[in-house]
């Protein structure tokens, strides 16, 4: 309630009541007046307006440090008239409240959310009809209907423990602004989102269009070939809602060059935003390092050179590296053991290293959070430590969305984004298969094993609305 009469006390002056009122000593006793509200709700304690949880955890992992304690009990607040969270204390002798919500998982592994650092909520192609080709989804699907689609996506991913996701693109007109909108605004849950709005590449993005049709490229990508178009191309999207600036490094014959990859890191920049960067040759992530890039999204094109010239420009590997699987669409060994020994490369040089998947089709058999966790299997396979894993899929994923400060980490003031398995991952890192608890904000999305969702369904934008 008090949110409600702080906007009352905003609206005051509108109605006339300091703009008309001329006596120095009124006007006195009403700042005072409204100094003193302002102090009363800045100061109303947190307990008394919000909903407590408290979670009794068996284990609680850190995966920063590769530990788990026991028998710790974490305390957490949720906003209803915000729809925010805040862990309010973590330890073995917390009190917990009268008229707390206690959830019990003392027989459970506890550990922080985990991060798809890339993938596309509003795409899900597949073999009928487009045979395996998004040029047509994007012909056949309007942005409407692929808004429906990613609301679905990232509900199974959050099912399956994924709180955040770096959405890079290819939805159509903005769809995934309106998710995390929608998300932000408590219509429906979700995971956090760290959105890219339209792909920025040169003439004709990742498509080969033909002349009579060329203006199919949009809106699934922008054509920026000039600076210019380069400028206002980011300008548009951080206009429309995007988080992060997508661009198509070197999807044509004509790729970028240094100078406008780096005019693509100084623009973004402008805005308090980086950049990532879709890469498929070597040359082109030679320039994309070069320029700085926040990322560079797909493994092909790396070797233990540009690793080496990654680690020391402390660029992140979004290597997206689909693991060869009964569901694979055919991986020869050889490419295999080789993704897997880059991986391991770059690993043992100290390259940040995030977990990400495009994972934007469809899998009989599979939904999406399923589909998004089989790619584990491509990290097992590299032979780098379980611990290692975790860490790279949790405290890497809240680096590079940059939300380690917030939201993350199950640390005192961070927003409550919590999961529990059955088994722990630090021995074996398939545990994260079978997640069975996932608290998002504060609020329970899933228990043992079943998504109850209905509290995240709101009707109206309840948090506030238009949202940017
Ligand atoms: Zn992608």
Request: hydrophobic share 40%; net charge negative; charged share 20%.
């Amino acid at each position: 309630m008090r949110y409600t009469s702080f906007v009352n006390i905003d609206r005051t002056p509108r109605n006339g009541t300091f703009t008309t009122c001329t006596n120095p000593g009124l006007q006195l006793a009403l700042f005072f007046a409204l100094t003193v509200t302002v102090l009363v709700f800045a100061l109303t304690p947190r307990l008394a307006q919000g909903q407590i949880t408290a979670i009794r955890a068996g284990h609680l992992i850190d995966p920063a440090t590769g530990t788990a304690a026991t028998n710790q009990i974490i305390l957490v607040e949720r906003d209803p008239e915000r729809g925010t969270s805040e862990i309010l204390e973590i330890g073995g002798d917390v009190v917990i409240p009268d008229g707390a919500t206690v959830i019990d998982l003392s027989d459970q592994w506890v550990l922080p959310g985990l991060v798809d650092a890339h993938d596309h909520l509003g795409i899900t192609y597949k073999e009928d009809p487009e045979s395996w080709y998004y040029y047509f989804t994007v012909i056949m699907d309007s942005t409407p209907l692929r808004a429906i689609q990613s609301m679905s996506t990232g509900f199974q991913k959050l099912a399956s423990g994924f709180t955040i996701v770096r959405d890079l693109g290819n939805n159509g007109l903005y769809a995934d602004t309106a998710l995390r909108q929608a998300i932000e605004m408590g219509w429906v849950p979700g995971p956090t989102m760290i959105n890219s709005g339209i792909i920025i590449g040169a003439f004709g993005g990742q498509f080969h269009e033909i002349p009579e049709r060329e203006d199919t490229v949009y809106p699934e990508y922008l054509n920026a070939d000039t600076n210019d178009e380069i400028v206002k191309a980011i300008r548009r999207n951080i206009h429309y809602g995007a988080k992060v600036i997508k661009v198509c490094v070197d999807c044509q014959a004509y790729p970028y060059t240094v100078d406008q990859l780096k005019l693509f890191v100084s623009e973004a920049a402008n805005a308090g935003q980086k950049v990532s960067g879709h890469v498929q040759t070597r040359e082109g992530a030679r320039r994309a390092i070069e320029a700085g890039l926040w990322s560079i999204d797909h493994d092909g094109a790396l070797d233990p050179e540009l690793h080496t010239l990654m680690a020391e420009k402390g660029i992140w590997r979004v290597g997206t590296e689909t693991p060869q699987a009964d569901w694979g669409r055919g991986m020869s060994d050889a490419r295999y053991e080789r993704r897997t020994t880059m991986m391991k490369d770059a690993f043992d040089q100290g390259v940040m290293m995030a977990f990400s998947t495009d994972a934007d089709y469809y899998i009989e058999g599979m939904n999406r959070g399923e589909l998004t966790i089989e790619f584990i299997k491509s990290w097992i396979d590299s032979g780098i430590p379980n611990a290692e894993i975790l860490k790279i899929m949790t405290t890497n994923g809240y680096l590079i969305s940059e939300t380690e400060d917030t939201r993350g980490p199950i640390r005192v003031g961070f927003a409550a984004d919590i999961i529990a398995t059955a088994e722990n991952p630090l021995d074996d890192i398939n545990a994260l298969r079978n997640v069975r608890f996932v608290m998002k904000d504060g609020m329970v999305f899933k228990q043992n094993g079943v998504v109850a969702s209905l509290g995240f369904f709101n009707n109206g934008p309840r948090y506030g609305w238009r949202k940017r």
